[in-house]
């Protein structure tokens, strides 16, 4: 009677195990994309070039540090949103992101800010200091506006200092007559946010 127990508990455990183990990992099903989407800066800093926080006072004096922004659920995830109407949201067929999109605007502010400021730029979660401004916000739109045609960015932007201060300023940028294509939608969403990249860092800049 023990064994017999101890034979249906083992076998128990082992139906959850592969219970849990397919919901990790994918055992077939949907041809994987051909192609995946990314943000990819239209100016980059040149190889070689640095900058460093201002010594002579605070520790991060000078520092820019870029969050990641907050998303809705519907860029929560690594599909494009189509806006069918005021309210009904699909996805676009066959575009996919690489990564989420708020951490891809994160990194394009990240070398955007590079290119237009003297500041040192932090944009990962590893920071070496306490930066002077943080540049934080959260990401309203990334995908397709489809009774416009128009592939949209937009982008609610937060500058803090380490004194308290806060400042706020909305962002947005329409690239018009769009087909409702990933190999169109793509590139004009990379267009999109490239323009509210630089918007927000000529911002911090002239805050700075």
């Known amino acids: 009677m023990m064994r017999h127990r101890i034979t249906v508990r083992s076998r128990a455990i082992a139906a959850l195990a592969a219970l849990m183990?397919?919901?990790?990992?994918?055992?077939?099903?949907?041809?994987?994309?051909?192609?995946l989407l990314t943000l990819t800066p239209t100016a980059t800093a040149p190889?070689?070039?640095g900058s460093g926080a201002r010594t002579g006072g605070e520790a991060g004096a000078g520092a820019i540090a870029v969050m990641t922004p907050e998303a809705p659920a519907?860029?929560?995830?690594?599909?494009?949103?189509?806006?069918?109407?005021?309210?009904?949201?699909?996805?676009?067929?066959?575009?996919?992101?690489?990564?989420?999109?708020a951490r891809l605007l994160r990194r394009l502010l990240g070398e955007t800010l590079r290119t237009r400021t003297d500041a040192l730029v932090i944009d990962t979660d590893d920071s070496p200091t306490e930066p002077e401004v943080k540049l934080r916000?959260?990401?309203?739109?990334?995908?397709?506006?489809?009774p416009s045609r128009s592939a949209v960015v937009r982008f609610e932007a937060i500058r803090t200092t380490a004194?308290?201060?806060?400042?706020?300023?909305r962002f947005e940028a329409t690239e018009s007559g769009i087909p409702a294509e990933a190999s169109a939608v793509g590139?004009?969403?990379?267009?999109?946010?490239n323009r509210v990249a630089a918007d927000v860092a000529d911002w911090i800049a002239g805050e700075s």
């Open 21 to 35: 183990l397919s919901g990790c990992v994918s055992l077939g099903g949907g041809e994987p994309p051909e192609s």
């Open 47 to 49: 190889t070689g070039s």
């Open 74 to 101: 519907k860029l929560d995830v690594l599909r494009v949103p189509v806006t069918v109407s005021a309210t009904e949201i699909a996805y676009l067929k066959d575009a996919y992101w690489v990564d989420k999109p």
């Open 137 to 146: 916000g959260t990401l309203l739109d990334m995908g397709y506006d489809a």
């Open 163 to 169: 004194e308290g201060g806060a400042v706020s300023r």
């Open 187 to 193: 590139p004009a969403l990379n267009r999109a946010a």
